[in-house]
Nanobody
C-alpha cells in the first residue's frame, strides 16, 4: 500500500491550507488513519486521526483550527488547517495502521509503519 501527501506550502500566520493524502493498494486492514507532524529535530506529534467508524480526534494543540475528513470513494484523506501559527511549521505525514481492538488516536499513528513521504508546511509570522 502507498500513501501520497500533497497540499503543503508557505502561508502567513492566520492563513489556511488543505492537505490531501491519497491511498492506493491494500488498505482494508487499516482501522486508524490520520496525520502526524515532524520537526527538523525529529520530534513527532500526532495531529489528527479518524477511525473505521468515522470518529475523529485532534490534538489539543490544533483543536478548533484543524479538521480531519476522508472521502472513501476517492481513497483520500484530508486535513483542513485554519488559523495557522508559526509553530505549526513542520513536515506533515499521512499515516495508517491496523488495530484489532479498533482503538485509534493521533498519537497511535506515531507507531505506524505505513506513512508517506510527507509535505512541508511553513507558516511565517
Amino acid at each position: 500500500a502507498q500513501l501520497v501527501e500533497s497540499g503543503g506550502g508557505s502561508v502567513q500566520a492566520g492563513g489556511s491550507l488543505r492537505l490531501s493524502c491519497s491511498f492506493s493498494g491494500y488498505t482494508d486492514s487499516w482501522s486508524c488513519v490520520g496525520w502526524f507532524r515532524q520537526s527538523p529535530d525529529k520530534r513527532r506529534e500526532g495531529v489528527a486521526s479518524i477511525d473505521s467508524l468515522g470518529r475523529t480526534s485532534v490534538a489539543d494543540s490544533v483543536k478548533g483550527r484543524f479538521t480531519i475528513s476522508q472521502d472513501n470513494a476517492k481513497n483520500t484523506l484530508y486535513l483542513e488547517m485554519n488559523s495557522l501559527k508559526p509553530e505549526d511549521t513542520d513536515m506533515y505525514y499521512c499515516a495508517a495502521r491496523a488495530r484489532s481492538d479498533g482503538y485509534c488516536s493521533p498519537n497511535l499513528l506515531l507507531t505506524s509503519s505505513n506513512w508517506g513521504q510527507g509535505t512541508q508546511v511553513n507558516v511565517s509570522s
